[in-house]
């Protein structure tokens, strides 16, 4: 099994700055790949970003040049740094992890809120 925590949501003003954290813990060696994605009320949880164990990442194109996830193996931390946010970014963040038998993991989400 596999837990995931996140923390650094808030609120910010439009082109203002947050940076998301998600630790990871249990099984994590079976892990391939980590990432973010949001969800809006009403509407269907959409990928924000993407990291491989690799490194290799991949973003959603809402986000891309403004966002950019990063990962600390040491520490099973993975980030998502959000520049230039925009009111349309508030959303509730959720953790997400894939292990190498495509099992999914989320964590409990954390809200972003973007005042115009």
């Known amino acids: 099994q596999v837990q995931l925590v996140e923390s650094g949501g808030g609120l910010v003003q439009a082109g203002g700055s947050l940076r998301l954290s998600c630790a990871a813990s249990?099984?994590?060696?079976?892990?391939?790949?980590m990432g973010w994605y949001r969800q809006d009320p009403g509407k269907q949880r959409e990928l924000v970003a993407l990291i491989t164990r690799d490194g290799s990442t991949n973003y959603g194109d809402s986000v891309k040049g403004r966002f950019t996830i990063s990962g600390d193996n040491a520490k099973n931390l993975v980030y998502l740094q959000m520049n230039s946010l925009k009111p349309e970014d508030a959303a509730v963040y959720y953790c997400?992890?894939?292990?190498?038998?495509?099992?999914?993991?989320w964590g409990q989400g954390t809200q972003v809120t973007v005042s115009s």
């Open positions: 997400n992890a894939a292990d190498r038998y495509a099992k999914s993991y």
């Open positions: 249990g099984t994590i060696f079976r892990l391939n790949v």
